[in-house]
C-alpha cells in the first residue's frame, strides 16, 4: 500500500460524486493498492481484508485518531468518542479462507465471505429480507443433503441464521461495533462502525478544505492547482499564511 498524493485524492473524490458506498470503498481501495492486484482482484476482498486496509489508509491519511459522534437511540443525546487504529483492527481479519464448510441439520454446505461485489448487487433490493436471501444465493457455492443438492434459499432458517454467524466469526472485521455509553441516560448500545463510509465522509471534508487552499492561493500568486497541491503541506500553510490579510 501507498500513500496517494492530494492530486490523486481529489481525483478519486470527484469520481465519487454519485457512486454507492460500496463502490467508493473500492476507489479508495484503488487509489492506495493499485500495485497489490487489479480492480477484480480488490473488489473480490472479503469485506473484512477490505475495513482492514481502508483502515490503515485512513490512518496514513488522518493519524491514528478517530473521532466520531453519535446520538443515544433512548434520550437522543450527542455522544463523542475517540479511538485509535489499533482499538479496531482485527489481525483475524487477513486469515479467513477463500472457501468455508458448515454442516449441520443433515446438510453440508459450502460457502465464500461477502464482499464488495455482493455489496454492490444488493443495491437495488427492495428490502433487508429480499437482500440476506440475494446474497445467500450468491455466497453459498454449493449445498447438498447426502448427494442431493439444495438450493440456498431452501435452506432451513436455522441454517441461515447459523451460516451468518460463521461468516461473522470468520471475517470479524467485517461487522466491526464500537461500545458507546450515555453519560447523560446510561444507554449502552453498540453502533456498527462503516470505515469505508466513515473515510469517505472524512476525504469529502478533506477535499472542500483542500479545494479553497487552492482557490486562495491561485487567486493571490496565480499557481496552477497541480503545483500547488504538489507542495507540502507546511509550504502551502506558509504560503497562506503570506496572502491572508
Do not use: K
Not at 2 to 29: F, K, M, N
Not at 121 to 131: I, S, W
Amino acid at each position: 500500500m501507498h500513500t496517494p498524493t492530494p492530486a490523486q485524492l481529489l481525483q478519486v473524490w470527484e469520481r465519487g460524486g454519485d457512486p454507492s458506498a460500496a463502490a467508493r470503498g473500492l476507489l479508495l481501495l484503488g487509489c492506495c493498492c493499485d500495485d497489490e492486484g487489479s480492480a477484480d482482484a480488490l473488489a473480490a476482498l472479503p469485506l473484512g481484508r477490505r475495513d482492514a486496509r481502508l483502515l490503515e489508509l485512513r490512518e496514513r491519511l488522518f493519524g491514528a485518531a478517530i473521532d466520531v459522534v453519535a446520538t443515544c437511540p433512548q434520550c437522543a443525546a450527542t455522544v463523542e468518542a475517540t479511538f485509535r487504529g489499533d482499538d479496531l483492527r482485527l489481525p483475524q481479519a487477513e486469515a479467513a479462507a477463500s472457501t468455508l464448510e458448515h454442516a449441520a441439520h443433515g446438510i453440508r454446505v459450502q460457502f465464500r465471505l461477502p464482499d464488495s461485489r455482493d455489496l454492490l448487487a444488493l443495491e437495488n433490493c427492495g428490502d433487508a429480507e429480499a437482500a440476506r436471501a440475494r446474497l445467500l444465493e450468491r455466497c453459498v457455492l454449493d449445498a447438498r443433503s447426502g448427494d442431493a443438492a439444495r438450493e440456498p434459499r431452501s435452506l432451513p432458517h436455522e441454517l441461515q441464521a447459523e451460516l451468518a454467524q460463521v461468516m461473522a466469526q470468520a471475517d470479524p472485521q467485517a461487522d466491526l461495533q464500537l461500545a458507546f455509553r450515555c453519560p447523560d441516560c446510561g444507554n449502552e448500545w453498540q453502533p456498527l462502525f462503516d470505515v469505508a463510509r466513515f473515510l469517505w465522509q472524512e476525504l469529502h471534508a478533506w477535499a472542500l478544505h483542500m479545494l479553497r487552499e487552492v482557490d486562495t492561493l491561485a487567486q493571490a500568486y496565480h499557481w496552477a492547482e497541480a503545483d500547488i497541491l504538489a507542495m507540502s503541506p507546511r509550504r502551502r500553510q506558509a504560503y497562506l499564511e503570506l496572502c491572508a490579510p
